[in-house]
């Protein structure tokens, strides 16, 4: 059963970065779709953003300009750079392989092989 494993997050202060990432034994993350996730406490999970195989992305409005998701090959590892983080965007932070080629950040269903996430913790 493959399983996405996250790590990398941490506590920054407001304006700090992070740069948490998700590896899977088993999967070719090049070959399929791949989604961030978070949760902050007490509330859904969330969609953060989406790269497709082909390497395209796209990213939740709360989050464009500030993070991006990348993929390095060689290191069959997924990335999310953070960068500007504030309080709210504190929460776990997952990754998941998306059911199909499409895949769309905000479909939750959509998407398996959930991590167990990375916490981070943003403090003003």
């Known amino acids: 059963q493959v399983q996405a494993v996250e790590s990398g997050g941490g506590s920054v202060q407001a304006g700090g970065s992070l740069k948490p990432s998700c590896s899977a034994s088993?999967?070719?993350?090049?070959?399929?779709?791949l989604g961030w996730f978070r949760q902050a406490p007490g509330q859904e999970r969330t969609g953060v953003a989406h790269?497709?195989?082909?390497?395209?992305?796209m990213y939740a409005d709360f989050v464009k300009g500030r993070f991006t998701i990348s993929r390095d090959n060689s290191k069959n590892t997924l990335y999310l750079q953070m960068n500007s983080l504030q309080p709210e965007d504190t929460g776990m932070y997952y990754c998941?392989?998306?059911?199909?080629?499409?895949?769309?950040?905000?479909?939750?269903?959509?998407?398996?092989?959930w991590g167990q996430g990375t916490q981070v913790t943003v403090s003003s």
């Open positions: 998941a392989r998306g059911r199909y080629y499409q895949c769309y950040y905000y479909n939750l269903g959509s998407f398996t092989n």
């Open positions: 790269m497709r195989s082909d390497g395209s992305t």
């Open positions: 088993g999967l070719i993350l090049s070959n399929v779709c």
